[in-house]
């Protein structure tokens, strides 16, 4: 990253995360138990299958996988079934990605609002992280599960869920939908940075007026992408973020 792309960057006052595939390896965990049920069949999810599912709400996601295999007998209902069953299981023991707990603790050490915007259940969410207190522990209360009923939200791609992150959760004035904002709304949203994972997620955040870091598995590069949107940043990792390139605080060496 040069120095003049650096100093063009807005100064970033609030933090909204993803947290599925961004924060934990929630995705390894989809994956084993969708190849688990389909192996049942000699069938397999190969990753540019995968790479329509990631953002999804859990139907929809259910529906799109199945499209791809009309020859087997696997209703809807059923695999959701199995893979619920099979995912409550192991979602006590998902791990942390590399460079998360670093990042959240950095943020809430210097008192930057941060959030999680999440396309998980609120249920999951609890089964997720309840092991991982010291991290989720940071932010709060200030989650947003994609059915909280209290909001009403379109799923990524729509930007939805992070205008509510960042209206109720954090307090900032960012306006209602992304055709309803005045300037001093688009200002506001300007100062938030979303950590996304997902093509619907970045989406989701460019949408919302943010600007975007995304944090692609690899195969989903190779997947490759081709839409209107583009996120303002590309790291494999959390662990190669800079901090001070986005006007926040540098970690201390």
Same mark, same amino acid.
């Given at each position: 990253m040069t120095e003049t792309a650096a100093a063009i960057r807005p100064k970033i006052e609030y933090v909204l995360f993803d947290m599925d595939g961004l924060m934990i390896d929630s995705e390894k965990i989809y994956t084993d138990v969708t190849n688990e049920i389909l192996g049942q069949y000699s069938e397999k999810m190969t990753w540019d299958i995968k790479a329509g599912l990631m953002g999804k709400p859990e139907r929809q996601a259910a529906e799109h996988l199945l499209s791809f295999f009309p020859e087997i007998s696997l209703t809807l209902e059923s695999y959701i079934s199995q893979r619920? +069953?099979?995912?409550? $299981?192991?979602? @006590? +023991? $998902?791990?942390?990605?590399?460079?998360?707990?670093?990042? $959240?603790? *950095?943020? !809430?050490? *210097?008192?930057? @609002?941060?959030? $999680?915007? +999440?396309?998980?259940?609120?249920?999951?969410?609890?089964? !997720?992280t309840s092991h991982l207190g010291e991290i989720f522990d940071c932010f709060q209360g200030n989650i947003v599960c994609a059915d909280d009923a209290k909001y009403t939200m379109r799923s990524k791609p729509a930007p939805d869920i992070f205008l509510v992150a960042a209206r109720e959760l954090l307090a900032r004035n960012v306006g209602e939908l992304e055709d309803q904002f005045t300037e001093d709304h688009r200002k506001e949203r300007a100062k938030g940075l979303v950590f996304e994972d997902g093509v619907p997620g970045f989406q989701a955040g460019k949408r919302a007026g943010m600007s975007v870091v995304w944090v692609p598995d690899h195969n989903l590069l190779d997947v490759g992408y081709s839409g209107q949107e583009q996120a303002d940043q590309i790291i494999r990792s959390i662990e190669h973020f800079v901090p001070e390139e986005w006007g926040l605080p540098p970690y201390l060496t």
């Open positions: 619920n +069953t099979l995912q409550d $299981v192991l979602w @006590p +023991t $998902v791990p942390l990605l590399p460079g998360v707990r670093k990042l $959240v603790l *950095h943020l !809430k050490a *210097h008192n930057i @609002p941060i959030a $999680v915007a +999440t396309g998980s259940r609120r249920r999951n969410f609890e089964l !997720k």
